[in-house]
Each structure stands twice: as structure tokens, then as C-alpha cells.
């Protein structure tokens, strides 16, 4: 990884960090195929308590780990950045799929191009089991 993409990722982490410091508030979420590999960030901003999202993008690489992509985590900083954030929400880990359910495969379907994630809940990474 590049040094430059690895200080984007530490400024990254230094916002979340800091913990609730008012609106509007950046949920920055890692998705990819697996639990190892993100290739898709999504970032929503909200910018009032109980609010809705009120811009949304998505980055996505096609090689590789979009994380130690220096280009993509510049462009997110600076969208964060646009939106006046005072504070960031970031899982520290890939949080499932890239695929959008109900856009690139069937809603209440698993995705056929992400085994890794057809039985795990995404936000424990735990395997689901079924009786």
C-alpha cells in the first residue's frame, strides 16, 4: 500500500475516533466480497438527529482493495469534507456485499457472486444458522 493511501486510511480512523461531535455525522462503510477484500465505499450524510441520508456516494475499485486506493480515499475525504462532517461513523471492518439487493440480484435473495456472505450476518460476521 502506498504511503499516501495509508494516511488516508489513519485520517480516516482519526475521525471516527473522535467519536459524536455533532451533525451533519459520515457513515463511511467498506463492502466486498468477502470479509478481506473491500472494493466499494459508500458514504451518507446526515445532517440533523433522526434524519435521512442527503447525499450518498459510492466509490469502487476494480482491482484490488479500494481501501489502499489513494485516488478513492482522497475523493471520500474531500466529499466528507464538502459536507461540512463534524463527525464520522466507520466500522472498522468490511460490512458485506458490495451487491445492491434488489438492483443487482432479487431482494430477499443471497447474491450469487458473494458466497462468503450468503449465511453470515454482516455486522457480526457470524455464520446464520438455519433449522
Not at 54 to 77: P, S
Request: one cysteine or more.
Amino acid at each position: 500500500m502506498s504511503l499516501k493511501a495509508t494516511w488516508y486510511q489513519d485520517k480516516l480512523k482519526k475521525k471516527a475516533k473522535r467519536g459524536f461531535n455533532g451533525y451533519p455525522i459520515a457513515t463511511v462503510t467498506f463492502y466486498g466480497p468477502n470479509n478481506q477484500l473491500a472494493n466499494k465505499i459508500a458514504v451518507g450524510i446526515i445532517v440533523e438527529e433522526e434524519g435521512e441520508v442527503t447525499a450518498l456516494q459510492k466509490w469502487f475499485a476494480d482491482d484490488g482493495d479500494i481501501r489502499k486506493d489513494a485516488k478513492a480515499m482522497t475523493e471520500m475525504l474531500a466529499f466528507i469534507a464538502q459536507h461540512s462532517v463534524m463527525s464520522v461513523i466507520s466500522p472498522e471492518r468490511i460490512l458485506g456485499c458490495p451487491h445492491e439487493e434488489g438492483t443487482d440480484y432479487p431482494v430477499g435473495e443471497a447474491c450469487p457472486k458473494c458466497a462468503y456472505w450468503a449465511n453470515r450476518d454482516r455486522f457480526t460476521g457470524q455464520l446464520i444458522t438455519t433449522n
